[in-house]
């Protein structure tokens, strides 16, 4: 059965949720992807209602030049901007209101943009694993000093990286051919942002702890589309869910190494030393 977003099936891609819906809102916009693991809640990878803004899934091992892999790229238009603490503040957020808020947003009951919206809320609410921190972002302060909370042992100065095209392109799902790896992210702490699919700006933000590697990846699609990656592997996962459906993707078992590419939009943070003045 063909798809509506032209992905061939059987190809290991991800989709999670966008806010593009059929309905018509001044508050809606396209905000992009989240990598959510599942535990239990009802939400994560094989949630239901995921469309098309996807990371593909790959091993440890599978990270290595002249290595070939189909990952889908979403071009993402202009995210929302953030609120204000006092605009954020004054806005609940909570699975708790739904109903409230899908009338604030003018969001029918049961459509595609209210289950959008209860998909964030609940995923922001989900019970963290062991040895996890997470923490969903409405206003650009608490971004902030959640950082500088998570890294507070480490360092007070940080930086973030990011996956950055390096031309234009259309082309959402191709081939893609690790060209090299120009260099491992070294850091004692790591944290994870993704922006989620909501009316206005919402980040999600994760800290798994120190079993992580990441790395910096050229990538070349078979169409000549030039990509500079971020990289995540997640080297401990025997605290994942053991249905969860990464592990099924990628044919390998409860505890292994699982990766995912970082999408445009989404960063993770690391701690810095201090800086140099020359």
């Not at 990011?162 to 120009?182: G, P």
């Not at 990766?259 to 810095?272: E, Q």
Request: glycine share 6%; proline share 6%.
């Amino acid at each position: 059965m063909a798809r509506e977003d032209n992905i061939p099936e059987g190809v290991n891609v991800l989709q999670l949720h966008s806010m593009d819906g059929k309905e018509d809102n001044k508050h809606v916009h396209d905000t992009g992807h989240m990598h959510v693991h599942g535990h239990g809640h009802g939400h994560g990878h094989s949630s239901s209602h995921m469309d098309p803004s996807a990371s593909i899934l790959f091993t440890m091992k599978d990270l290595k030049p002249r290595k070939t892999l189909p990952i889908y790229f979403p071009r993402k238009g202009v995210p929302p901007l953030m609120q204000s603490k006092e605009e954020a503040n004054s806005i609940p957020f909570s699975s708790a209101h739904l109903q409230n808020l899908l009338d604030f947003f003018s969001f029918s009951p049961g459509s595609p943009k209210a289950k959008v919206v209860e998909f964030t809320l609940g995923a922001c609410e989900l019970k963290h694993r062991k040895g996890e921190t997470k923490f969903c972002a409405s206003f650009k302060e608490s971004m902030i000093d959640f950082v500088s909370y998570m890294f507070r042992q480490d360092s007070q100065y940080f930086r973030a990286y990011s996956t950055s095209y390096l031309a234009k392109s259309t082309t959402l799902l191709q081939n893609y051919t690790i060209l090299e790896m120009s260099k491992e992210i070294v850091a004692p702490n790591m944290v994870g942002c993704h922006i989620m699919p909501y009316p206005y700006a919402i980040y999600y933000y994760h800290a798994h702890g120190r079993e992580n590697k990441v790395f910096e990846v050229s990538l070349q699609g078979e169409n000549g589309d030039r990509v500079d990656a971020v990289s995540f592997g997640h080297l401990d996962t025997s605290d994942w869910e053991h249905d969860n459906v990464s592990f099924r993707m990628l044919g390998v078992e409860h505890g292994d190494h699982v990766c995912h590419f970082f999408l445009i939009g989404d960063l993770i943070w690391v701690p810095t030393p201090r800086p140099t003045l020359d």
